[in-house]
């Protein structure tokens, strides 16, 4: 009978995203050298300011732990199970350092699959969360465990709470980092379009006054020389209480003007802005614009954690304001009020407005009963102030606990806002990338960009590259990529992927030619270094191929596919105890990894650990069901087990799902056979024979079959 098999080496596209999440431009940002002043440097000039503004989140937004910043319980309720991916998670402490530990339990109640970081930041300001970064290189990687300060408990962390998810591999990019931290001082062409987002060793940590005041190097050079006359060294810097208000606004905006955080997309950078390229003072609809639901679909009232800005303009008050209602009428951004005095210096303003309302009530607090807090419908941990103003405001318990959703949406999409300075083809472009990008519409976005294609820009042609292999067409996806890449050569993840879309239209000579060329333009791409070693395990060439299967790894220990890969070459070279050390490795760094659990059972069948191998075979299914190798697998060690009907009956989900699989066809048969169904078994010995002509084994179990029938046995 046939052997276990093992599936080919998989390589995923990598993602190049317009989202605020992702890397978008063509051009450098400017470093902070040549325009920013050091984080620290306005404090010797603003001592009160700066000092009051330590209290502020945002000024907390991002920074390294440390004994005396804890706020978490490493020692006592440190461990949380989390049910819907059966894993364990552990935070701890060690030497000094913290630690995120994720393990599994075998039948046995043995820790397996275990897997752990160091945290290198902490990302929020603990007033509602704290969630958790650790270094990989140069890149940042989220940790999939969050601490929830209202609930003082370990839960996951946001879009984490669902059978499958990121664990130790959801990569940070610059479009992450953007509102969680000051501008960093990225290296030359860092920030451009298509290249691997990479960080500095050392990271601003917070929100620094530049962000909402713009570059300072030029002011505190000024205001440091002792010649410059004081509007001289006034005029070097933005004062945000001076602009327009609705420039003024867009200075918060930036960061709290979030549509929705669900795949929708909610923003895309415009054609050729990086993501630290916002300067106060400019508009923000020429830095991002926003995509929204469209209304009456069952969004119109959606709260999220990041909808501060969002809610705000729904508000009556603030469109009756007529720009007189921002952010800053409220909040002092140099300092956070609490209690009582926040309370009345809220009422005040409402006051402001509102001078006869609850004239009786002179102590009533407005904004618990017009701006309740509520429960976020993203981060389902948090609860938040709602910033829509309502004179009759939501009734029922608004903190009523809620169970994550990860419904993407289907339809279509809107602009936030009516953006003048668009034309018909920008504005068809824009949506165009909307609709593809998160899959609301892929096909009308792809007519859209098409449509548009001749004088696209770069961001446009790749998004309908990508949008186009996503619907099976790997050969306009090479001839857009490729297109993309005669405008601006010097974009690795999309020669990546282009390189992909060439593997999968058959041209896999040019394909290696691109992999080697993304390889030495990013040494440190693992995605890279996996297929190009996949590609040379094909043409034989198999010592070069270890290497870089091992760099894969070097450069990202979570890359489970290189650990997959690599074992699957030392098992083929007979160096089977290497293989499975490999196939360990791929499962700890993902337990979800269903290609290592089919790969991992082949070997322990081969070492009669059949048990092991069901239970390996069983788990990938589990996360696959359309598995077919996995699942035809644990049909052929059934049946080794002499359950036939439950084999047969796998046999024929198998062929359900691959219907060309020789080999199912052919064990289907046997197991046929042996139960004396000997006209269904001639059956799929004809099958196989059809599909495999030289098959010798299936010839002559079919003339068996054939004389056993006709002797009515």
């Not at 999939?144 to 591999?169: A, C, I, L, N, Q």
């Not at 940590?205 to 713009?214: A, L, N």
């Not at 024929?652 to 046929?672: D, M, Q, Y």
């Given at each position: 009978?046939?052997s276990?098999?093992?599936?080919?080496?998989?390589?995923a596209?990598?993602a190049?995203s317009?989202v605020?999440i992702?890397?978008?431009?063509n051009?450098?940002?400017?470093g902070?050298?040549?325009e920013?002043a050091?984080?620290g440097a306005?404090e010797?000039c603003?001592q009160?300011?700066?000092?009051?503004?330590?209290?502020v989140?945002?000024?907390?937004?991002?920074?390294?732990?440390?004994?005396?910043n804890?706020i978490?319980?490493?020692?006592?309720?440190?461990?949380?199970f989390?049910?819907?991916?059966?894993?364990?998670?552990?935070m701890?402490?060690?030497?000094?350092k913290f630690?995120?530990?994720?393990?599994?339990?075998?039948?046995q109640?043995?820790?397996v699959?275990?897997f752990?970081?160091?945290?290198?930041?902490?990302?929020g300001s603990?007033?509602?969360?704290?969630s958790?970064?650790?270094r990989?290189a140069s890149a940042?990687?989220?940790?999939?465990?969050?601490w929830y300060s209202?609930e003082?408990?370990?839960?996951?962390?946001?879009?984490?709470?669902k059978?499958?998810?990121?664990?130790f591999?959801?990569?940070i990019d610059?479009g992450?980092?953007?509102?969680?931290?000051a501008?960093p001082?990225q290296a030359?062409g860092a920030?451009h379009?298509?290249?691997?987002t990479?960080?500095?060793?050392?990271?601003?940590?917070?929100?620094d006054?530049?962000?909402?005041?713009?570059?300072?190097g030029?002011h505190?050079?000024?205001?440091?020389?002792?010649?410059?006359k004081p509007?001289?060294?006034?005029?070097?810097?933005?004062n945000?209480?001076?602009l327009?208000?609705?420039?003024l606004m867009d200075v918060?905006?930036q960061?709290h003007?979030e549509?929705?955080s669900?795949?929708l997309?909610g923003?895309?950078?415009?054609?050729g802005r990086t993501?630290?390229s916002?300067?106060?003072?400019e508009?923000?609809?020429g830095?991002?614009?926003?995509?929204?639901?469209p209304?009456?679909?069952g969004?119109?009232?959606k709260?999220?954690?990041?909808s501060a800005g969002?809610r705000l303009?729904?508000s009556?008050?603030f469109?009756?304001?007529?720009?007189?209602?921002?952010?800053?009428t409220c909040?002092n951004p140099?300092q956070?009020l609490?209690?009582?005095?926040?309370v009345a210096?809220?009422?005040?303003q409402?006051?402001?407005?509102?001078p006869?309302?609850h004239?009786?009530?002179?102590?009533s607090?407005?904004?618990?009963?017009h701006?309740?807090k509520r429960?976020?419908e993203?981060?389902?941990h948090?609860v938040?102030?709602d910033?829509?103003?309502q004179?009759w405001?939501?009734?029922?318990?608004?903190l009523?606990?809620?169970?994550?959703?990860?419904?993407?949406?289907r339809g279509?999409?809107?602009f936030?806002?009516?953006?003048?300075?668009?034309?018909?083809?920008e504005h068809?472009?824009?949506?165009g990338m909307?609709?593809?990008?998160?899959q609301?519409?892929r096909?009308?976005g792809?007519?859209?960009?098409e449509?548009n294609?001749?004088a696209?820009?770069?961001?446009a042609?790749?998004?309908?590259a990508?949008a186009?292999?996503g619907?099976g067409?790997?050969?306009k996806?090479v001839?857009y990529y490729?297109?993309a890449?005669?405008?601006t050569a010097?974009?690795?993840?999309?020669?990546?992927?282009?390189?992909?879309?060439l593997?999968l239209?058959g041209?896999?000579?040019?394909a290696?030619?691109?992999?080697q060329?993304v390889?030495?333009?990013?040494?440190?791409f693992?995605?890279a270094?996996?297929?190009?070693?996949?590609?040379?395990?094909?043409?034989g060439?198999?010592?070069s191929a270890r290497?870089?299967?091992?760099?894969a790894?070097?450069?990202r220990?979570?890359?489970a596919?290189?650990?997959?890969?690599l074992g699957?070459?030392?098992a083929?070279?007979?160096?089977?105890?290497e293989?499975?050390q490999?196939?360990?490795?791929a499962?700890s760094a993902?337990?979800s990894?269903?290609?290592?659990?089919?790969t991992?059972?082949?070997?322990?069948?081969?070492d009669?650990?059949?048990?092991?191998?069901?239970?390996h075979l069983?788990?990938?299914?589990?996360?696959d069901p359309?598995?077919?190798?996995?699942?035809?697998?644990f049909?052929?060690?059934?049946?080794?087990q002499?359950k036939v009907?439950q084999?047969?009956?796998e046999?024929?989900?198998v062929?359900?799902l691959?219907?060309t699989?020789?080999?199912?066809?052919?064990?289907?048969?046997?197991a046929?056979a042996?139960?004396?169904?000997?006209?269904a078994?001639?059956?799929?010995f004809?099958e196989t024979l059809?599909?495999h002509?030289?098959d010798g084994e299936?010839?002559?179990?079919?003339?068996l079959?054939l004389?056993?029938?006709?002797?009515?046995?």
């Amino acid at each position: 009978m046939p052997s276990l098999i093992a599936a080919g080496s998989r390589a995923a596209l990598v993602a190049i995203s317009l989202v605020a999440i992702g890397c978008r431009s063509n051009a450098g940002s400017p470093g902070r050298k040549a325009e920013y002043a050091p984080p620290g440097a306005c404090e010797s000039c603003h001592q009160q300011v700066a000092k009051t503004y330590r209290s502020v989140t945002m000024a907390r937004s991002l920074y390294r732990p440390s004994e005396a910043n804890v706020i978490e319980d490493y020692a006592g309720e440190n461990h949380l199970f989390h049910p819907a991916s059966n894993r364990h998670y552990r935070m701890f402490r060690r030497d000094g350092k913290f630690f995120q530990r994720r393990y599994q339990l075998d039948p046995q109640g043995r820790e397996v699959n275990a897997f752990e970081q160091e945290v290198a930041y902490i990302i929020g300001s603990g007033e509602h969360a704290r969630s958790y970064l650790y270094r990989s290189a140069s890149a940042l990687i989220e940790l999939p465990v969050t601490w929830y300060s209202r609930e003082r408990r370990w839960g996951m962390s946001p879009g984490y709470d669902k059978p499958r998810h990121w664990d130790f591999t959801r990569e940070i990019d610059a479009g992450c980092l953007f509102c969680h931290n000051a501008y960093p001082d990225q290296a030359a062409g860092a920030a451009h379009y298509g290249s691997p987002t990479r960080f500095p060793e050392q990271l601003p940590e917070g929100i620094d006054c530049q962000r909402c005041h713009g570059p300072g190097g030029r002011h505190a050079a000024l205001a440091a020389g002792g010649k410059a006359k004081p509007g001289e060294i006034r005029s070097a810097i933005v004062n945000p209480q001076r602009l327009p208000p609705e420039r003024l606004m867009d200075v918060c905006l930036q960061c709290h003007l979030e549509t929705t955080s669900a795949r929708l997309p909610g923003k895309l950078r415009r054609f050729g802005r990086t993501p630290y390229s916002f300067r106060p003072g400019e508009s923000l609809s020429g830095y991002e614009l926003e995509f929204d639901h469209p209304p009456a679909v069952g969004f119109d009232g959606k709260f999220e954690i990041n909808s501060a800005g969002y809610r705000l303009r729904q508000s009556a008050c603030f469109r009756a304001s007529q720009g007189r209602l921002t952010c800053v009428t409220c909040h002092n951004p140099h300092q956070t009020l609490r209690g009582e005095s926040a309370v009345a210096a809220y009422r005040a303003q409402c006051r402001g407005c509102h001078p006869q309302a609850h004239s009786g009530t002179v102590e009533s607090d407005c904004a618990s009963c017009h701006m309740p807090k509520r429960r976020a419908e993203d981060a389902v941990h948090v609860v938040m102030t709602d910033h829509r103003i309502q004179r009759w405001p939501p009734t029922g318990n608004l903190l009523t606990a809620r169970r994550e959703k990860d419904t993407p949406w289907r339809g279509d999409i809107v602009f936030l806002e009516h953006v003048r300075d668009l034309s018909s083809q920008e504005h068809d472009l824009y949506l165009g990338m909307a609709l593809v990008m998160d899959q609301a519409d892929r096909r009308r976005g792809i007519a859209l960009l098409e449509r548009n294609a001749t004088a696209a820009p770069v961001e446009a042609l790749v998004e309908l590259a990508t949008a186009c292999l996503g619907e099976g067409d790997a050969n306009k996806a090479v001839r857009y990529y490729r297109q993309a890449l005669d405008k601006t050569a010097a974009m690795p993840k999309v020669r990546y992927n282009y390189a992909r879309a060439l593997e999968l239209a058959g041209d896999t000579a040019q394909a290696s030619v691109e992999l080697q060329q993304v390889i030495a333009e990013a040494p440190d791409f693992p995605e890279a270094h996996n297929s190009f070693a996949a590609l040379l395990l094909k043409q034989g060439q198999t010592e070069s191929a270890r290497q870089h299967f091992e760099k894969a790894i070097q450069v990202r220990p979570t890359q489970a596919e290189a650990y997959n890969n690599l074992g699957l070459l030392l098992a083929s070279k007979g160096r089977l105890a290497e293989a499975r050390q490999q196939l360990e490795q791929a499962l700890s760094a993902d337990p979800s990894f269903a290609e290592a659990h089919n790969t991992l059972a082949g070997l322990l069948s081969r070492d009669s650990e059949i048990n092991g191998a069901l239970r390996h075979l069983a788990e990938a299914i589990a996360l696959d069901p359309t598995y077919a190798e996995a699942r035809y697998n644990f049909a052929r060690l059934l049946h080794a087990q002499g359950k036939v009907a439950q084999a047969v009956a796998e046999y024929r989900r198998v062929l359900e799902l691959r219907p060309t699989l020789a080999e199912a066809h052919l064990s289907l048969g046997v197991a046929l056979a042996e139960s004396r169904q000997y006209a269904a078994a001639v059956a799929e010995f004809r099958e196989t024979l059809r599909l495999h002509p030289n098959d010798g084994e299936a010839r002559k179990n079919l003339e068996l079959a054939l004389e056993l029938q006709a002797q009515g046995r």
